[in-house]
């Protein structure tokens, strides 16, 4: 029973993968597979025009070399290919995000995590990251793999606060085979259990895009420094081996390319859900009026960062990570549907506090009445992620979307993330359990 209903799920994705494929037609991967084709043969990489529309490659040297090996492949073949690995950065994430709300409501983690991908498949984010061949999906893993460092590394740090060393169990790496050099075997599941390569992630994702350095931010502001030296770190060596590989391209991208907004598309697009397009569309000018953008732009941006790392005190980091995705997708100068992927965990959120308030017997009656309001949001942001592009879009519904969950997203206030032991005292456990994120 159970492997055919995997089997049938693997049909169904194919089939949704090959609607994606079909009804997008690859657009975004097709310019950047030419442009970068060209520049393996001697071109500039970002003199390449789409016959049809004159778009140009709009990507940092750093992902041209990560998709340059799917030059080697046709087009289709390409598409495929990222659009597995898009589903399955899919799935990483969602067992990231997802896995402790499972936890919490007493589900099997496994069913839930992959009725949540589901859901996420069909969303017009999903279907557009797919469907144009872009890679917003493997950046939103990266950054789930972060957000799986930070855990781990809060874990160790109660337990070193706390006295309390975990259960020592054998793990895989203590079982491989004797020529392994211990030595190495051993620091690096102390590497893996401490959760030390926090921000490597970030670093990762903001070398192949610029909005992730909003994560590098957020790090710095709740003083998680260890992570954010990391991240800068590892953004750092990326961008100076792609300099060291392509210096003129490298400096073309940081120097003028990456500052032409409407390279790939006019910034006062439908496609462009950020609040500089929907700005540019009211005003009825191909670009926003600067000084009004940077300043409802500086107010979001605050309003984010203040929650998010609210959010993070209270030992959320789920939602703390959310509202920075959310932050960087509306006070971005560019937003496309395949951008605003943020609105999906925050669909989760929505509906894990909504749940929560509506079936706890120990709050207020009018506080678990607002579990109702919760749970109509969740549903109601879903559903215009579902809708079809041409209504949604027209009518900047996921940009509205993005700023009212900027202002209004919750989060579950838990034990804060660093506690203070009290020295000379006997270690015991804790009455309440340490939180496991999420």
């Not at 073309?252 to 540019?280: F, I």
């Not at 209504?391 to 202002?407: G, K």
Request: charged share 15%.
């Amino acid at each position: 029973m159970r492997s055919g209903l995997v089997v049938l799920g693997a049909l169904l994705t194919l089939a949704v993968i090959t609607l994606y494929l079909q009804r997008y037609a690859l657009s975004t991967l097709a310019v950047e597979h030419a442009a970068i084709r060209g520049w393996l043969d001697g071109a500039d990489l970002y003199a390449y025009r789409s016959p049809g529309n004159q778009a140009g490659a709009a990507l940092p040297p750093a992902l041209a070399m990560l998709l340059a090996p799917l030059t080697l492949l046709p087009l289709r073949a390409a598409g495929w290919l990222l659009a597995a690995v898009g589903v399955a950065a899919l799935l990483l994430t969602t067992l990231v995000v997802a896995g402790p709300v499972a936890r919490r409501h007493g589900h099997r983690r496994t069913p839930f995590v992959l009725a949540a991908a589901a859901l996420a498949l069909l969303s017009e984010p999903v279907r557009a990251t797919i469907g144009l061949g872009r890679p917003e999906l493997l950046i939103l893993a990266l950054l789930a793999a972060d957000l799986i460092a930070l855990r781990r590394a809060d874990r160790a740090r109660h337990r070193i606060l706390a006295d309390l060393p975990g259960p020592r169990r054998r793990s895989a790496l203590d079982r491989g085979p004797h020529w392994f050099p211990d030595r190495f075997r051993r620091r690096l599941r102390r590497v893996w259990i401490t959760g030390s390569w926090a921000g490597v992630g970030s670093g990762l994702a903001a070398a192949l895009c610029a909005v992730p350095l909003l994560f590098i931010v957020f790090l710095l502001l709740t003083k998680q420094r260890r992570a954010a030296v990391t991240a800068l770190f590892t953004a750092a060596v990326v961008t100076l081996a792609a300099l060291a590989v392509a210096p003129d391209e490298t400096l073309s991208w940081y120097g003028t390319v990456m500052w032409e907004l409407d390279r790939p598309a006019p910034v006062s697009a439908p496609d462009n859900q950020s609040l500089a397009g929907v700005m540019a569309r009211l005003y009825g000018f191909p670009a926003p009026p600067v000084l009004v953008w940077f300043a409802f732009g500086m107010l979001l941006l605050a309003v984010g960062l203040i929650r998010a790392r609210s959010a993070h005190t209270d030992g959320d980091e789920v939602a703390a990570f959310t509202l920075v995705g959310l932050t960087g997708a509306i006070t971005g100068p560019v937003s496309t549907s395949a951008e605003t992927l943020w609105l999906l965990p925050a669909v989760l959120v929505l509906a894990d506090t909504g749940m929560r308030r509506r079936l706890s017997g120990r709050l207020p009656r009018t506080t678990r009445l607002t579990g109702i309001a919760f749970l109509a949001g969740a549903l109601l942001v879903y559903l215009a992620l579902l809708a079809p592009p041409s209504w949604s879009l027209a009518w900047n519904i996921p940009a509205f979307a993005l700023i009212l969950l900027v202002n209004t997203l919750p989060w579950r206030h838990g034990a804060p993330s660093l506690p203070t032991p009290r020295p000379g005292r006997s270690s015991r456990p804790a009455a309440i359990p340490l939180p496991r994120g999420g």
